[in-house]
């Protein structure tokens, strides 16, 4: 094949340099005086493909593209934007305006955030991490503490709890630690671990009542006619 490519060049050569039957001049003449001058140089970097898509941006200013979302400055959440994809980039397009640009994620992570498009109130929670978190709780109590572990645990990025704890720690400031450390710990008893269950606790003044000891024995059943008893399954076999 090698053989062949260079043959197929010498002749290409030899016949671009070979003068037209009526005319004077060779193709590689001709070439050079009329075409060569109008040529532009070639792009620095070579074309590449690109996938496009119709977006509208969401309430938590990302769109979504291959099952990932890429973030957009905050300001055009709810706003209709297109995508324009390539192998390497994850670009965002508003009337012909590029508004962002993210290096395409092909791994685990489904939102890639930039931190300029946060609106400040959310830029703030960059400022914390889930030992930060944990060690707050932990202030209050083992129960908060192991409320808050459960809460990032329970994420595939423990950044998306980050408004849960935040917002666990407004609930300790107006209800009092005392309170808070009550109602962490009946929400793991429950098997309830959430923001909304420890807020629903306190609003409910649920943290006041005791707890059942884990230790007492299930009540017994009422003695009634429409309760069949074990013995009743027995009867059949």
């Known amino acids: 094949?090698?053989?062949?490519?260079?043959?197929?060049?010498?002749?290409?050569?030899?016949?671009?340099?070979?003068?037209?039957?009526?005319?004077?001049?060779?193709?590689?003449?001709?070439?050079?005086e009329l075409e060569a001058p109008a040529l532009k140089a070639l792009p620095a970097q070579r074309y590449e493909l690109a996938a496009w898509k119709k977006v509208t941006a969401n309430i938590d200013y990302h769109v979504e593209f291959d099952r990932r979302f890429y973030s957009v400055p905050y300001r055009l959440v709810r706003q209709h934007l297109?995508?324009?994809?390539?192998?390497?980039?994850?670009?965002?397009?508003?009337?012909?305006?590029r508004v962002a640009s993210h290096v395409r994620e092909y791994g685990?992570?489904?939102?890639?955030?930039?931190?300029?498009?946060m609106p400040a109130s959310h830029r703030a929670h960059l400022e914390w991490t889930p030992s930060r978190l944990v060690a707050w709780a932990g202030t209050i109590g083992p129960d908060?503490?192991?409320?808050?572990?459960?809460?990032?645990?329970?994420?595939?990025?423990?950044?998306?709890?980050?408004?849960?704890?935040?917002?666990?720690?407004s609930l300790a400031r107006r209800y009092g630690e005392e309170r808070m450390g009550a109602a962490c710990r009946r929400a793991l008893a429950a098997g309830a671990v959430s923001y909304t269950s420890v807020r629903s606790i306190l609003a409910e003044n649920l943290d006041r009542l005791p707890l059942a000891d884990g230790s007492e024995a299930t009540p017994p059943a009422p003695d009634h006619e429409n309760l069949r008893g074990a013995a009743y399954w027995q009867e059949g076999m």
């Open 1 to 32: 094949m090698a053989e062949l490519n260079i043959a197929i060049t010498e002749q290409t050569r030899q016949l671009n340099a070979r003068p037209f039957r009526c005319e004077a001049a060779s193709r590689a003449e001709l070439f050079a």
């Open 82 to 97: 297109e995508v324009r994809a390539t192998s390497q980039t994850v670009e965002v397009v508003k009337d012909g305006q």
């Open 108 to 117: 685990r992570r489904r939102y890639i955030t930039d931190p300029a498009h």
């Open 144 to 169: 908060t503490a192991a409320v808050v572990e459960a809460i990032l645990v329970a994420k595939p990025h423990p950044e998306q709890g980050y408004r849960a704890c935040l917002g666990l720690m």
